[in-house]
């Protein structure tokens, strides 16, 4: 039996924290071993605990959710701790420098259990999910407000990663994407893996900017 994921959850409100920690707990192979009030306190307790996944609330009184993402998961940390982001606001402007900053994920407070569930778990696998249903609207508004910085990799994409960066840009999972494609889940994460090289990102979450910024985003 594999051990448990272990989870810290930072948020500033207690029925959250308690609500995403009952969510959490009541899941066979997740344990919450943490909860921190605010950004500071999340920071230290990641660095203490190691956790396997972090769950921060996007807006916190000391440090908020991007900079404590930055310090534990950004470009230049050692040994990144997989951050999942959550937010009551599926425009916030915040989170666009979350996922810059290293997050993994990303879902409203309303996702339901089953979402939060499967965001920790991809976060541990070294996946990423964003809520499918406003992976677009995010990225069309912050595309809206931001100058397109990106360029085209330097070697290009096959047809197939073409495809799959399309549906990465949807929110498909790498199970969806397999079954849209008629491809296994193996190729899907071989795809990947030679996207992140080419495009020069860290993980899916980048892929899917890139997608938009370069206006290859699935409509």
Request: net charge negative.
């Amino acid at each position: 039996m594999q051990p448990a994921l272990r989870v810290v959850v930072a948020d500033d409100q207690d029925l959250v924290r308690t609500g995403l920690r009952m969510i959490l707990d009541a899941h066979d192979g997740i344990e919450v071993v943490g909860e921190a009030v605010d950004g500071r306190d999340a920071v230290e307790m990641a660095r203490r605990l190691r956790p396997d996944v972090c769950l921060f609330d996007i807006r916190m009184p000391r440090l908020d959710g991007i900079e404590a993402t930055r310090l534990i998961s950004g470009p230049d940390v050692a040994e990144p701790i997989p951050v999942v982001v959550i937010t009551t606001f599926d425009l916030d402007e915040y989170v666009h420098g979350a996922l810059r900053a290293g997050a993994r994920g990303f879902l409203l407070k309303d996702a339901g259990p089953e979402m939060l569930v499967q965001a920790i778990r991809a976060a541990a696998a070294g996946d990423a999910l964003i809520a499918p249903s406003i992976t677009a609207r995010l990225l069309e508004h912050f595309a809206s407000a931001t100058p397109v910085t990106s360029t085209e990799p330097r070697f290009p994409l096959t047809q197939r990663e073409e495809e799959v960066v399309q549906r990465v840009s949807a929110g498909r999972t790498n199970a969806e994407i397999a079954d849209d494609l008629h491809i296994s889940l193996s190729t899907v994460k071989t795809h990947l893996a030679s996207l992140t090289t080419k495009l020069g990102v860290r993980n899916r979450v980048e892929i899917a900017m890139w997608a938009h910024d370069t206006g290859r985003a699935k409509r």
